[in-house]
């Protein structure tokens, strides 16, 4: 059984834990590197170093070694983890140089995110609401249609349809309240009728929405603990993919979780292609909307799919017309 985490106990601890304070000081929630460095601190304690001069670049590449990542961006996220914690440490002068000699690997070419069609996301929704209850999930079945719902409808994070409570969503105004997100960011997210009548049947439907308190789980089993990230992704990769048996193009990965949001962001850049709308100055819209500091994180997840090509070569023939026909 691992042990329980106790505190940093490494000869880094201090600042392991000043350097996370400064960063969360800045906006940063860093979850996912604090992770890592608790994995980091326990290394060096169990490895027998006992000041800050024995981590040297052998020790760095040990510790590499015993996190084996196949996969290259796994690996270079380790690496940059241990590497910006040291960079840290240089500017505060805690060490003259840093141990972190390693080179990143070479990543392959991405494969592009599945994305989810309308026909494919209905199909998705009725596969999520018939499934059954269990001993510990009553309500199984609408409760995952509401959140996959969300989650395709409005581009929301699983975390943060995950950490929803019944005070968030505002029924007078049609808007979600999406607290203390990524970045450490609160935003407003407004939805239409269709999802509105949803939560609402949602809401009358589970028991022990009844009597509770604004600050209790939107979406729950018991009516305390709120429905987990990891179970979400669980759910939506073991019960759900494989009852859809999507057609995968090439180069295209297996679908996961974000791929709703990818899909909510390219179709946005779709609708605005085909209404005649310049996507490039409406893109801070989707930006705001989607929770992102700069409008070229949102970038990211439009992913040029055949559909836009056409969009777009049919825009560019529309405003050439007039010039090549005044070609000679």
């Known amino acids: 059984m691992k042990a329980a985490w106790v505190a940093f106990r490494s000869p880094l601890a201090v600042d392991i834990e000043r350097y996370l304070a400064t960063k969360r000081a800045l906006g940063c929630r860093f979850l996912v590197e604090d992770r890592t460095l608790r994995v980091f601190d326990r290394f060096l304690v169990d490895t027998g170093i006992t000041t800050i001069d024995e981590i040297t670049d052998t020790v760095i590449d040990c510790f590499l070694a015993s996190r084996p990542r196949r996969a290259p961006r796994s690996y270079n996220h380790l690496l940059g983890v241990v590497r910006r914690l040291y960079e840290w440490l240089l500017s505060q002068d805690v060490v003259v140089v840093s141990p972190v000699c390693a080179s990143t690997r070479r990543e392959t070419t991405r494969r592009l995110p599945f994305l989810f069609t309308p026909p494919v996301a209905r199909r998705l929704l009725e596969v999520a609401g018939a499934l059954p209850d269990n001993s510990r999930s009553r309500y199984r079945g609408p409760t995952y249609h509401a959140i996959f719902a969300l989650l395709y409808g409005l581009g929301l994070r699983a975390g943060e349809v995950s950490h929803l409570q019944l005070g968030d969503v505002d029924f007078d105004r049609d808007v979600l309240l999406i607290r203390e997100t990524k970045f450490g960011k609160s935003r407003q997210v407004p939805f239409?009728?269709?999802?509105?009548?949803?939560?609402?049947?949602?809401?009358?439907?589970?028991?022990?929405?009844?009597?509770?308190?604004?600050?209790?789980?939107?979406?729950?089993?018991?009516?305390?603990?709120?429905?987990?990230?990891?179970?979400?992704?669980?759910?939506?990769?073991?019960?759900?993919?494989?009852?859809?048996?999507?057609?995968?193009?090439?180069?295209?990965?297996?679908?996961?979780?974000?791929?709703?949001?990818?899909?909510?962001?390219?179709?946005?850049?779709?609708?605005?292609?085909?209404?005649?709308?310049?996507?490039?100055?409406?893109?801070?819209?989707?930006?705001?909307?989607?929770?992102?500091?700069?409008?070229?994180?949102?970038?990211?997840y439009l992913t040029i799919t055949s559909d836009l090509l056409a969009e777009a070569n049919r825009r560019f023939e529309a405003m050439a017309a007039p010039a090549i026909a005044e070609v000679p």
């Open 192 to 300: 239409g009728p269709r999802l509105g009548a949803l939560l609402r049947a949602y809401l009358a439907e589970r028991p022990s929405a009844r009597g509770s308190t604004p600050q209790a789980p939107l979406f729950t089993w018991t009516g305390r603990a709120r429905v987990h990230t990891n179970s979400i992704r669980n759910t939506f990769r073991e019960d759900i993919v494989p009852k859809l048996d999507p057609v995968v193009p090439p180069g295209t990965s297996r679908p996961r979780v974000h791929d709703l949001r990818h899909s909510f962001a390219v179709g946005a850049l779709l609708r605005w292609y085909r209404q005649g709308l310049a996507p490039a100055a409406r893109l801070h819209h989707l930006s705001t909307f989607l929770g992102h500091v700069r409008p070229e994180t949102t970038a990211v």
